[in-house]
């Protein structure tokens, strides 16, 4: 018979490693939220915000991964493009001057457009979205739980033809690369919340496990599906285009 004491001993063992592997691992999905989620900053203190995130895209290379799915897909001036959770739509008023198309946004904060951009204050797992002919979402998706993904895929599938959905991967390289070499150059609050993005973020399986369960609940034909994870981890891009 083996005493109580030692079976609570091994018990807490086994926590602390979980715990461990969590922390270097990345094994568990963060259950947390991101400053930005719980403060309300000033206008001019989240404009800044929102900017320096436009930047850190530049830098990163999101917003020509976006740009070169987009004219793959052909849209040009006769389309409508939907950016989901698009912040103050910095994007879209790249994409709208890149491509000459119309843009239109949603974020459930439904700040005004710093960038004379239609943003529409909704919840895009929830509430109708509006018509366009493609929609961008870009580290968006980690702010959903995998039900609020799944759903914000298949409300997509009643407003769009296609979405491009790009976002952070939760793994321990590029969380060391995030804290080594872009963290110092961040404001204390996106060098926090990016560290808190990864660890909130899908792993490439997880990604691909909800999009496929999306599209058949949809139940929308899906005429192609690609996903693609780029080197070192630092980003992974869902395509989706229904027929
Ligand atoms: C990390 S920011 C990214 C903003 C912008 N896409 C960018 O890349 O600069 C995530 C955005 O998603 C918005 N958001 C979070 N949950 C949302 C939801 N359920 N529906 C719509 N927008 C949401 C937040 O308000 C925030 O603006």
Request: with cysteine.
């Amino acid at each position: 018979m083996i005493p109580t004491w030692l079976l609570r001993d091994a018990d807490r063992r086994q926590q602390e490693l979980r715990a461990w592997k969590q922390r270097l691992l990345l094994t568990e999905r963060l259950d947390g939220l991101e400053i930005l989620d719980t403060t309300e900053p000033d206008a001019a203190t989240l404009r800044g915000l929102y900017r320096e995130l436009d930047t850190l895209h530049r830098w990163l290379g999101n917003r020509k991964a976006v740009l070169r799915e987009l004219s793959g897909m052909g849209v040009g001036a006769q389309s409508r493009v939907l950016d989901i959770g698009c912040g103050q739509g910095a994007l879209l008023a790249t994409i709208r001057k890149r491509m000459g198309c119309a843009v239109v946004g949603v974020d459930i904060r439904g700040e005004c457009a710093a960038e004379s951009v239609t943003i529409v204050r909704a919840d895009a797992a929830r509430d109708a979205l509006p018509q366009a002919d493609v929609a961008v979402c870009v580290v968006m998706a980690h702010h959903l739980d995998p039900d609020a993904l799944e759903a914000m895929i298949c409300n997509v599938a009643r407003s769009c033809d296609a979405l491009v959905l790009l976002d952070l991967v939760r793994h321990p390289v590029p969380l060391a690369l995030f804290r080594a070499f872009v963290a110092p150059l961040l404001s204390r609050i996106h060098a926090a919340d990016g560290q808190t993005s990864i660890r909130r973020a899908y792993t490439a399986r997880e990604m691909k496990a909800i999009v496929e369960r999306a599209t058949k609940v949809s139940g929308r034909p899906v005429k192609m599906l690609r996903h693609r994870v780029a080197p070192m981890w630092v980003r992974q891009v869902v395509m989706i285009r229904w027929g």
